[in-house]
């Protein structure tokens, strides 16, 4: 599928705002709402729009802690892996997880109530796996930026579409 530029502005505006309504989007990429809508169906069918999602405010929900964790396993191998993979998507507390070129294995975006939470988690749950050979925290100060939206104009071509 070619994405042209009115693609790219409606991925735009609802990765910003993913429940605005078809009537209110389509006026705000100048289409009228039937030719929207079509547009929004086949970007969801070829996988561009993986899930429409509230994004959360994790501090009032009581969520203090953001900790970034680096993690080397005992063992590399193709089974290990996989363990360790399918034992952290179990892991509510994890929110992202990237296998790594470099001197780590594993990257993890943990998230807890507090210090004491993250404690009882590393100690009780994500330690007690055997795969793990070595874990650093990096505890995250201040928040910065924080966002799901990506830079969809590095997508745009200087002609009217690129393939994606």
């Not at 501090?59 to 290990?80: D, P, R, S, Y």
Request: glycine share 2%; with cysteine; proline share 2%.
């Amino acid at each position: 599928m070619y994405l042209q530029k009115i693609d790219i502005k409606i991925l735009s505006v609802l990765q910003h705002d993913a429940a605005i309504s078809t009537s209110d989007l389509a006026q705000q990429v100048h289409l009228s709402q039937s030719p929207c809508w079509r547009r929004v169906n086949k970007l969801e069918e070829a996988g561009f729009i993986n899930r429409r999602v509230a994004v959360l405010d994790r501090a009032k929900l009581g969520l203090e802690v953001v900790v970034f964790a680096t993690v080397n396993l005992n063992q590399i191998g193709k089974q290990n892996l996989l363990e360790f993979e399918r034992s952290v998507e179990r892991l509510p507390e994890v929110v992202e997880c990237y296998t790594m070129a470099g001197i780590w294995d594993y990257v993890l975006k943990i998230v807890c109530r507090d210090i004491r939470h993250y404690e009882d988690f590393v100690r009780n749950t994500l330690s007690a796996s055997d795969a793990i050979r070595e874990l650093h925290s990096h505890i995250a100060v201040t928040e910065i930026k924080n966002t799901t939206e990506l830079p969809l104009n590095a997508q745009v071509d200087t002609e009217d579409q690129s393939r994606v």
